[in-house]
């Protein structure tokens, strides 16, 4: 009497000791998904506690999705972990932006939005009649390649030519060595689910493209990070977080880093490669935005011979994301097992694309349209830099080319606020929460100079910057 | 003295207890990767073992990929698993011929290869012409759609046009239900993604689509399967199945079952319905080849409402396998989840295809299309049937539709076997092995009738199992 008195009103403990041994229930494959539960009652008297505890413990389990509740049955184990979710890990107002709403809002195709955030050029400045013109010619010639699948390497010829553009850079990769993918994320997402298992610990830079976060998310690995200065990692960083971590693989840009727009120096990928060898750490280079360079810079694909390095490449940002492609450079007897992987997970993707790529790339179009870019994105760097200095936006460095900007705010201005400020002005801009998880990066955001000439932006950006100024 | 004396050989147990000893200095964290292992003295003395038992010990463990050897320097931890490996789980001859056996042999280009096994339509069959005619619109008003990347839930008319197709098969999914995938294939894996952890329980249908067992060993999940009857899954073996282990997932054809052709009755609909629900497994009901039946089977996800039945859907059968686009029907909480996984895993694809597949579903051709090629289908249906008894060969069932025959070979012939034989003769044939991982499957063999017409194919056929016969 005097126990069942004194426990009248359930105790957090006792209400937290009902859950736990529920939940071990469970987990302890004592109960198939879809049994039945102990009874309140039984539960009550076998834990020595009120039916009021065991009732408030089921009522929280079947909050928490681990047990459900059929009215007049009972209560039934629901057996499963709910589903994977990309949401953000810390949901408070300063992290809700993230590279989840960086992406959906990027992706958006309500035309009244202005994207000076967005990773791409704008559509006037892609081949479009080029492309026009390659799908008249594939209308009438294409026959086969309208309807079949894919070969599982990808479309030879193309393989071919990849291989001679990358020994041009210095990058020994025969065909045999070359695998096509349907872009360079699908490339990049390939080779973590070849090379990782949850759990495993990932390397990435800070900052980094905004998607690497939610693709770790996806792939349940813990991320470690390491300064980006205007040389490549920071090689003191690099070398401790080696040291303190077991780091699997490492994923980086050598040249036109994204988003800071730096270019790796040739001692510091030497200095990266030795400290990789010494924790025996793999590398993918994700070298999407090559075509944009002035000047080539090193590649640790090249430095390596594609030991530890695998090297990715897309025509998503130089010639059309629409019409997906991308590749993979690494060691061949990697290669067979990226195309069962491949094959197993898409079914190879189609023919069509590497097709229309295939020829748009041999008809002197890409190096006539590409040369034109990077002039016009050179104009463009210098025209949005003095602009955005009137406004008191400064970027950390001038990029060798790209289309990128790494902007500081002036006075410490929150960046995900004036980012949601300026998204309620219909202009979707990249703030540094996409993509670092570090305080620092909360005052940055990340320009597209190619998206940002309209001049409606800037304004737009500088009331969103005095709306976010705290009062 | 005598003890170094009496392990002069190394013997077995004294080897293992080595390599038992780095292993856990490995896996125990206390070896950084790359750290140099103990040396072969010291371990040697520590163990009171000879050296020839450690360099035994240590040479195996390199083999084994667990340590690396660097010439002069010492043994050091290479502290990773190996890649993931689709490689047969049992590579004996009898298992070679496996599904990425059948997946490698079905994509590959050689023009000389003829496809019986294959599971496509040839692209004889195929609208190449009304393709080449909706290219050519493209290529005039395409804008945008020939560059830019696809909105997150994919093309908003193509979901709406999908809504009303479903609602025609029962299945209510508004377009907010609907997100458009690069494949069905693509659809299956990011549910899988979704749903699923390295270790669950997934149930599939024997036999079923092999490319789902190289799917389910990309997931690291364990399989399981139940026999597929005439009429859907055997309901007693099913409910013995959930009872014995936890299912998280069920992948299933409802309609025209890939291999056998069968159809799930409307009772059995209920029933597996019945036994998912007490068991609270998730089922994926796979109906990419809906568009070749001639009256409509029921539908899993009509009886459902989408409750724990997701719908995959995909065009590469009935229109074109080189522009890729599926989609997934399912919860709309679940769909929001799926829009950002597919985001940040494949950055959601490209306009394009979803744009061509939209033009041709509306333009009348698709329907013309497809009304003549069920006519096809069935002529070649009847002739192949009656082509293959005169070589011994009889399907279990006559499907209603669709381009599948799930046949038994004469005599206990091995398929694997007169597949080898077959493909040594130009013949791509899709042997029991790859679809099922039972005994009895090794005899049976799916024909795709329409690739099947070709007058010197059965001959060929016949000759590979005159081979296989034992002497």
């Known amino acids: 009497m005097s126990l069942s008195k004194n426990i009248a009103e359930p105790s957090q403990t006792r209400v937290d000791m009902v859950m736990g041994a529920v939940r071990r229930q469970i987990a302890g494959q004592h109960s198939q998904p879809g049994a039945r539960l102990t009874s309140i009652r039984a539960m009550a008297e076998r834990l020595g506690v009120s039916k009021s505890t065991v009732v408030e413990a089921y009522d929280r389990l079947v909050a928490e999705g681990a047990i459900t509740s059929r009215p007049g049955a009972g209560f039934f184990a629901s057996g499963h972990l709910p589903p994977l ?15 989840v709403w960086m992406t959906r809002r990027a992706l958006n195709h309500d035309a009244s939005l202005m994207k000076p955030g967005c990773g ?17 010619r594939l209308a009438r010639e294409g026959d086969g390649h309208l309807v079949d699948y894919a070969s599982p390497h990808g479309l030879a010829p193309l393989r071919q030519l990849l291989a001679r553009r990358l020994a041009d850079r210095g990058i020994e990769a025969p065909p045999q060595h070359i695998m096509i993918t349907e872009s360079g994320t699908q490339a990049v997402d ?17 900052p980094c493209y905004f998607n690497f976060h939610a693709l770790m998310r996806a792939h349940r690995v813990n991320v470690v990070s390491v300064p980006y200065t205007p040389n490549g990692p920071d090689l003191t ?22 988003p800071t727009g730096a ?10 490669l030795k400290l990789a060898e010494a924790h025996d750490v793999l590398i993918i280079e994700d070298d999407i935005f090559a075509d944009f360079e002035q000047e080539p810079a090193p590649r640790l694909a090249a430095f390596d011979g594609l030991d530890r390095v695998i090297h990715v490449g897309s025509f998503s940002k130089t010639l059309s994301a629409a019409v997906r492609c991308g590749f993979i450079a690494a060691r061949s007897d990697w290669i067979e097992e990226l195309v069962d992987l491949k094959l197993a997970t898409s079914f190879g993707g189609g023919a069509f694309s590497s097709d229309l790529v295939f020829r748009l790339l041999t ?21 949005v830099i003095r602009q955005l200095h009137t406004i008191g936006i400064e970027p950390v460095l001038e990029p060798k080319g790209g289309m990128f900007l790494w902007c500081k705010l002036p006075g410490g201005l929150d960046a995900a606020q004036v980012a949601r400020n300026a998204f309620a002005r219909s202009v979707v801009l990249a703030p540094g929460q996409a993509f670092s998880l570090r305080e620092e990066a909360c005052t940055f955001l990340r320009f597209n100079v190619a998206q940002t000439l309209d001049p409606t932006i800037l304004p737009a950006v500088e009331r969103a910057m005095l709306q976010a100024h705290p009062e």
Chains 1, 2 share one sequence.
Request: net charge positive; charged share 25%.
């Open 263 to 272: 270019t790796l120096s040739p001692v510091v990928a030497h200095r990266v």
């Open 190 to 206: 390939l080779l973590c689910r070849f090379l990782l298992k949850p759990g495993d610990t990932v390397l990435l830079d800070d």
């Open 363 to 383: 008809d002197g179009a890409y190096r006539r349209h590409m040369s034109s870019v990077r002039t016009r994105l050179a104009d463009a760097m210098g025209k």
């Open 120 to 136: 791409w050029l704008p559509a006037s400045w892609m081949p479009g009649d080029d492309i026009a013109r390659a799908l008249r």
């Open 237 to 258: 960083q690099l070398e401790h977080v080696l040291g303190a971590h077991r780091v699997r693989l490492y994923i980086t840009n050598s040249a036109l880093h994204n």
């Open 85 to 99: 979710s990309l949401a953000p890990v810390d949901p408070s107002a300063h992290r809700d932006v993230d590279p």
